[in-house]
């Protein structure tokens, strides 16, 4: 460690970090655009100039803290007139060509040039020129939309894909003022992880096309969560409007998992968590709104206790029941789900898909399971979907647990299963298939809180983003409920 | 302890009746003067340019609304009576608004939002009157809430006329 002096405090700082680290690791406030604590930098928007003393009979000197490196004994200086002064003049040449377009961006509430020129920019521009006129929604793939207007040239998204994702996919083109961003040979932007420039772009300048215009981002609500699109388990921040409906899911940094990224199925992996509920008084067309138990016109609509009492009933008085869950069961529900096959004198197992394509060096572990680590450490066998539907074919009865488990069973080969099957199914859709006969809903998983374990063994934390639906009760109280049931009924009655 | 003196009556208010003539004679000379009433929602109260009525919003000459749904006004509004969702639009200025909603009862009328708009989309306009049968019909919509800027433009002069008086003596 090296001793530095920071606005007259002595602290020690990190040789191999640049000097802005220092700074912003001892709560010292410097703007930054072209630096990210997670490319490399090149010193380029000259926004995070601080003095630094010179030599004893030197002057001072203004330098830029991205591309300083520490050195012993330095002097440092964030607060002066003089570094004020050089970066009100470096933010007043980035606000040159800036559109004032913030009423209409995206990036406003959480864009640093906005908020570093409402701190310290002059309310009025000094320049009688007319500003650059550029393409303003110029789309660079399926994913993100480029103004090139509000660029102020950082070249952030540049050294995203050249340190990052090791393929070099976008360069600045031009020379002086005719610079602007694009993509080699005017080609999309290809890969998983193109969502991560919306988040690194420092102004508005790219946009996410999914959530262009969508919400305010001071409206939004932020929780944080993990991802459960693959193993990996990224720390998440999810960010809901108004409590009704998750509009943007972005990474947060977790140094031991994803850093500052996240891929883009995970971002864009709101589907499952946006589906509507079914019309009130019916069990198909959208999510479970109550329990539902088989009546003689199919599955209808039912009061939760008289659901769990029949469901008790039922299997109690055909062992030898299944139990399998979800792989997206938090470690609180495979604890329930293991008390209610001890109960049932069942092994636990859980739904393991095959591996997807998706699988990359980056984050992406291409396996479905966001807790298949945490369910094989609790002694849950995996077990994969054409293996559960042939052991589902020649049961007696089964409890199929969890989010999303009849989906990832297949719907198509689960019709196929007997129909004197007894099957009991906790998920967030029901399905109309001859064997099920008691269905009760769970929370998704922004719904709910709990715990994953990432496929290195690290625990991922879950928390409620959005209420559930009014009749939806957590999943591992449920499983409670229905294991203390069994217990009151004799077994084999 | 106050002692209220009773005036003694003369003979003419003792007998009653001139004293009736007396008045109804006030009653019928009242009858040819002005009335001081009015017949109100017949006869509306004049509004001017200081009225503060219920917020409305601008299209303006070429058909377009002049919002953006930038959500200033949803943000300095105290009631929080606005609601605002935002889209795309093909347009030049690339955003409007989907759903643009005041809940006219928990607007307090106070011009926040004709304040805090930064595109000169949202004034208060001279209508001030709100009756319906339900609270759902209160809770007024995009196209409840459009008014073509020649209505509003004697309260937009004003506006401008204010803002630029204050301007002057920064």
């Known amino acids: 460690m090296t001793k530095i002096q920071i606005n007259g405090r002595e602290v020690e700082a990190d040789p191999k970090q640049p000097l802005i680290r220092a700074c912003h690791d001892q709560g010292v406030d410097v703007p930054m655009y072209c630096y990210h604590p997670g490319l490399a930098p090149v010193g380029s928007c000259r926004i995070c100039q601080v003095e630094v003393a010179g030599a004893p009979g030197q002057p001072s000197r203004v330098v830029a803290a991205c591309r300083t490196p520490v050195s012993e004994g330095m002097v440092v200086s964030t607060d002066t007139p003089k570094a004020h002064d050089t970066r009100r003049e470096c933010l007043e040449f980035l606000l040159k060509n800036h559109p004032l377009d913030c009423p209409i961006c995206d990036k406003a509430g959480e864009c640093d040039l906005q908020d570093y020129a409402f701190n310290e920019g002059q309310g009025k521009g000094r320049s009688s020129e007319p500003r650059r006129k550029l393409e303003k929604r110029k789309s660079l793939g399926d994913v993100i939309v480029l103004d090139e207007e509000r660029c102020i040239l950082c070249s952030r998204c540049v050294r995203f894909f050249t340190d990052v994702t090791k393929k070099a996919q976008l360069t600045v083109e031009g020379l002086g003022s005719h610079s602007v961003i694009n993509t080699y040979m005017d080609k999309p932007l290809e890969g998983n992880y193109q969502g991560n420039l919306a988040d690194i772009c420092p102004v508005g300048a790219l946009t996410s096309k999914k959530f262009r215009f969508q919400a305010r981002v001071w409206n939004l609500s932020k929780t944080l969560s993990t991802c459960g699109e693959c193993s990996r388990g990224c720390s998440i921040s999810v960010e809901s409007l108004r409590a009704k409906q998750v509009k943007r899911i972005r990474p947060r940094y977790n140094a031991a998992v994803n850093q500052w990224w996240m891929c883009d199925t995970g971002r864009h992996a709101l589907a499952p968590l946006t589906r509507a509920l079914a019309p009130e008084g019916e069990v198909l067309g959208g999510r479970l709104r109550t329990a539902a138990v088989r009546g003689y016109n199919g599955l209808e609509c039912s009061d939760d206790v008289a659901a769990l009492d029949l469901a008790a009933d039922m299997l109690a008085s055909h062992p030898g029941t299944l139990v399998i869950v979800s792989p997206f069961a938090t470690q609180e529900e495979a604890k329930a789900a293991l008390a209610l096959a001890q109960a049932l004198k069942a092994t636990p197992q859980f739904v393991s898909p095959a591996p997807n394509a998706l699988k990359d060096d980056l984050l992406h572990t291409g396996d479905p399971c966001p807790n298949r680590r945490g369910l094989l450490e609790l002694g849950f066998g995996a077990l994969a979907p054409a293996d559960a539907l042939a052991a589902l074919a020649v049961a007696p009865s089964a409890v199929l647990a969890g989010e999303r488990v009849l989906e990832l069973l297949g719907h198509a080969g689960l019709a196929l299963l007997p129909k004197k099957l007894r099957l009991v199914a906790f998920d967030v859709e029901a399905s109309d298939l001859a064997s099920l006969d008691i269905a009760f809903p769970v929370p998704t998983h922004v719904e709910k809180s709990g715990h994953w374990i990432n496929v290195d063994g690290r625990v991922g934390v879950l928390n409620v983003a959005l209420p559930p639906p009014a009749l939806v009760r957590r999943l591992d109280l449920q499983l409670a409920a229905l294991t203390a049931k069994l217990s009151a009924v004799p077994q084999g009655s | ?170």
């Open chain 2, 1 to 170: 302890m106050v002692v209220v003196q009773r005036k003694e009556l003369t003979l003419a208010e003792r007998l009653y009746l001139p004293e009736v003539l007396r008045g109804l004679s006030l009653t019928f000379r009242k009858f040819f003067e002005k009335p001081i009433t009015r017949q109100y929602p017949e006869q509306p109260l004049p509004t001017d340019e200081v009225t503060r009525g219920q917020p409305r919003l601008v299209v303006k000459d070429d058909g377009n609304i002049a919002c953006v749904s930038c959500g200033m006004c949803e943000v300095a509004c105290p009631a929080y009576a606005i609601t605002i969702d935002g889209g795309e639009t093909d347009r030049g200025i690339e955003r409007e608004p989907k759903r643009f909603e005041i809940d006219m009862l928990r607007c307090i009328l106070c011009g926040f939002c004709e304040e805090a708009c930064p595109k000169d989309a949202i004034f208060m306009s001279n209508e001030l009157e709100l009756a319906d049968f339900t609270r759902a019909g209160l809770v007024y919509d995009l196209e409840k809430l459009k008014r073509p800027k020649s209505a509003l433009q004697e309260r937009i002069d004003y506006v401008y006329r204010l803002n630029n008086r204050w301007r002057s003596k920064q």
